[in-house]
């Protein structure tokens, strides 16, 4: 994509040959900046509504300080966000750049944070040992936008503590929990509730937990239908699914506008080459033979 094709786009609108929301899904595909270590890209947000997080493991302080100037030149002004960050790093960093939030429990830093959006978060912790973990999904959604609402301890110990908040949860559009040792609660919250729920795994455990391998498989075999898991300790991870979740509604509402969406084609495609089985006689369309 190059800039005479931007312009191009551009007037089309502003002539009214296309409507925005039409010249918007061409703009998902712009390109990355190069600057020699790392390729950022600025336009992440625009095709997953996600903006690119950095990574601060591995990275020097040089580097970070180096990518977050960058990314805060990119036009449209999204949050801007640093993970993993150890406090010696983020003071470095925050004394380098300015407005910069830290969120030392999370290890977060943040530029920008989206201003407040629709969609209810419900974030459980089966024990207090978890909250780091969980502080880190909490974080990141509040830089996206959503501020969660959170049931701390109600694991499966005391099983009582989570039918006390059952009818709240059941409210939330998107269900995270985070859980150590067996996992369980993630099972229990998934046969609880009919949003989606993002199980997250965490390090803590005695002895056979094997660093939160037990509570993943657990997880990942669970007996209600349709949890979400992601890695072990991956706080940033869920936040992010349960973010594209919400984000659901924004791409439905493009369609509901009227712009033909991608799915929409596959979907009429398939549907004029659809078989449909009957009694014996009845035609079979040529395509799908």
Request: net charge negative; glycine share 10%; charged share 20%.
């Amino acid at each position: 994509m190059n800039r005479s094709f931007l312009e191009d786009l551009l007037q089309r609108v502003a002539a009214g040959d296309i409507r925005p929301e039409e010249a918007l899904l061409p703009l998902t595909r712009l390109p990355y900046t190069d600057i020699g270590f790392a390729r950022l890209d600025h336009h992440r947000e625009v095709r997953q509504g996600l903006p690119e997080a950095v990574y601060a493991p591995g990275k020097t302080t040089s580097q970070i300080i180096r990518i977050v100037e960058e990314m805060l030149e990119s036009p449209g002004g999204g949050p801007v966000l640093v993970t993993r960050v150890e406090p010696s790093h983020a003071k470095v960093v925050c004394e380098n750049v300015s407005a910069a939030r830290y969120d030392a429990s999370a290890r977060l830093l943040v530029w920008r944070p989206a201003a407040p959006r629709q969609g209810k978060v419900g974030l459980l912790t089966a024990g207090t040992a978890d909250l780091p973990v969980a502080q880190e999904a909490a974080a990141v959604l509040a830089a996206l936008g959503w501020a969660p609402v959170r049931f701390p301890d109600v694991g499966v110990a005391g099983l009582h503590r989570l039918l006390h908040v059952q009818d709240r949860v059941c409210e939330m559009d998107v269900v995270i929990v985070v859980a150590g040792m067996e996992g369980a609660l993630a099972s229990l919250v998934g046969g609880m509730v009919a949003s989606p729920v993002i199980a997250v795994p965490t390090s803590v455990g005695y002895g056979s937990s094997f660093a939160g391998v037990t509570a993943l498989l657990a997880m990942t075999a669970s007996c209600a239908p349709g949890v979400s898991v992601v890695g072990i300790d991956n706080g940033y991870g869920a936040a992010c699914a349960a973010a594209r979740y919400l984000n659901m509604n924004w791409y439905r509402s493009l369609g509901a506008s009227g712009v033909r969406l991608p799915a929409q084609d596959d979907e009429e495609t398939q549907r004029g080459g659809e078989c449909v089985a009957g009694t014996q006689g009845e035609r079979l369309d040529e395509q799908t033979l």
